[in-house]
């Protein structure tokens, strides 16, 4: 049969205005051979979780420099499952303390990329999980 | 795992979560999607489906948004493909065309789904197809189908609309060089987009010179009495958006020809076309997936025959093999050679 591509979400939420960051991984997603849609700055969690569901995403990765990652991931995720979307892998990375990191990993976010972390790195783990889930999957689809 | 029935009832009863994970269906050719579509099939037929492509950057995500403001004011719903290319080397796409219709995204007229071209070339419109036919049953009433016109496969995507719209602007080219490229054989709709710009006036004055010497006859057209000359429109899909009305009434004028003349024959026309996409890449998958002549064209071919024995042996194994099959195979026993198969 076909080949099932990655699809994944790359969003900005938040206020903070520049979205290099978001770019960057978006491209090297892409390299890596997955589908990326790219929505740009200023997404709301609602238009975040709106247009994972309208694409059909399997992943949503959010890029957070703003500082408010420890409401923002809640509230997407929130979002998402309200559309019925909690299987969606989420995950994301900005400028992240370690404290928050520990908290949010307590709240479920179990991988989450603090500054300076490789994008190669961001895609095989990316890659390896979804193909983890596919093996495990025949279930849900 | 959810039967094609299951996913029908949800499609049919509006649930879009559904509505996404059946074109993902069509996307990945997931062998329940023939079954799903047989039991939306009644439901396909209503939307209207207009195409729209163009040059690289011409504008076509900014008039499709502007379009869609419009048809939203008319109390239209609106479903929307937008598809670019996947990068040859690593198989994945930046699907960016979703950032030009950003106010879209709460409205519950709207549905936008983003698809990458993938691989093959009749596969895309397939897929594309299916993914219109879904949004269409689903409700939509109006189908937008957003492409960038660079290839065959591209076109060959447009091509299955009901109203192809080609989006060209100031600095991507002139009329000749859209003669050249193909661009007025597929156009049932001239834009001159950016009309803001210098170069813009003389762009379409240019267009309308090409269609004026343009003698061709499309299949599209074949079914259709009489001819239809593609209006050149020049828009501004940014700002006030000057133009868009414009637009909407040629295509709606062309909808309108298109009735009169044979909505109907035009539509069985691109059904066949889509039928021979299934066949084409059932064939293939035949022939050349894992259960396929692989090995044995290597073997052949190690016998030191041309590729053009091997292809000619093959092909007859597989003819034969069709016709000796059958139920009713006992009609044609003068095939040969049926029993090794
Ligand atoms: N001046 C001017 N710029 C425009 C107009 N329409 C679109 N643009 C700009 O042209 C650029 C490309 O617009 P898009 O709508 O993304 O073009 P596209 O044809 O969808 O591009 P691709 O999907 O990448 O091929 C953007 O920067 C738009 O703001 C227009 O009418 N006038
Ligand atoms: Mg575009």
């Known amino acids: 049969m076909s080949e099932r591509k990655i699809r994944v979400l790359v969003g900005k939420p938040g206020l903070d205005g520049h979205d290099r960051g978001a770019k960057t991984i978006a491209a090297v997603l892409r390299d890596h051979g997955m589908e990326v849609i790219y929505t740009g700055l200023h997404q709301t969690p609602e238009m975040i979780a709106e247009t994972a569901l309208q694409e059909d995403v399997d992943v949503v990765g959010l890029s957070i420099l703003s500082g408010a990652h420890m409401t923002l991931f809640p509230r997407v995720r929130e979002e998402l499952e309200k559309r019925g979307m909690a299987h969606v892998l989420l995950t994301g990375g900005g400028i992240i ?20 972390t490789p994008t190669e790195e961001i895609a095989n783990w990316i890659q390896s999980t979804m193909e983890e889930r596919w093996k495990n999957e025949e279930v849900s689809r | 795992m959810q039967s094609a029935s299951e996913m029908a009832e949800r499609l049919l009863a509006g649930d879009r979560a559904a509505l996404a994970r059946s074109i993902s ?55 929307i493909l937008a598809i670019d290319p996947s990068s040859p080397f690593s198989g994945g796409a930046l699907l960016g065309d979703r950032i030009r219709m950003e106010e ?4 519950p007229g709207v549905y936008i789904r983003s698809m990458a071209s993938r691989k093959s070339h ?15 049953a689903f409700g939509f009433s109006t189908i937008l189908m957003e492409t960038v016109g660079v290839g065959q496969s591209e076109y060959d995507v447009v091509a299955a609309a009901d109203t192809v719209v080609v989006v060209m602007c100031p600095g991507a080219g002139d009329g000749i060089q859209a003669m050249k490229a193909g661009i007025l054989e ?39 009495s009489a001819r239809w000359a593609p209006p050149v429109v020049s828009t501004s899909a940014t700002g006030a958006g000057d133009g868009i009305d414009a637009l909407l009434e040629a295509v709606d004028a062309h909808r309108a020809w298109l009735e009169a003349a044979d909505l109907e024959a035009s539509r069985r026309h691109r059904r066949v076309d889509q039928v021979r996409r299934v066949v084409g890449e059932r064939l293939e998958e035949e022939l050349w ?27 007859n194994s597989v003819l034969e093999s069709r016709t000796g099959a059958g139920p ?7 095939t040969p050679g049926d029993a090794s198969r």
């Open chain 2, 328 to 334: 009713d195979a006992g009609d044609r026993t003068s």
């Open chain 2, 186 to 224: 597929v156009a049932d709709v001239l834009v001159v987009n950016k009309s803001d710009l210098d170069g813009a006036d003389r762009l379409a004055l240019d267009l309308e010179d090409a269609v004026r010497m343009r003698d061709i006859r499309r299949p599209r057209d074949l079914a259709a």
């Open chain 2, 25 to 79: 269906w069509a996307e990945n050719a997931d062998p329940r999607y023939p079954g799903l579509l047989g039991s939306i099939y009644p439901r396909v037929g209503k939307a209207w489906r207009i195409g729209i492509t163009g040059p690289p950057g011409a504008g076509k995500s900014t008039l499709t948004n502007a379009l869609v403001a419009h048809l939203r004011e008319r109390g239209e719903t609106v479903g």
């Open chain 2, 104 to 107: 879209r995204t709460a409205d």
């Open chain 1, 97 to 116: 303390s370690a404290e928050d990191m520990e908290e949010l990993s307590k709240l479920g976010f179990s991988k989450l990329f603090g500054p300076g």
């Open chain 2, 122 to 136: 009749g596969g895309l419109a397939r897929a594309a197809t299916d993914a219109c036919d879904v949004m269409d």
């Open chain 2, 289 to 315: 997936g894992p259960r396929g002549k692989r090995e044995q064209a290597e073997t052949l071919l190690g016998n030191s025959k041309t590729p053009y024995d091997v292809a000619e042996e093959i092909l």
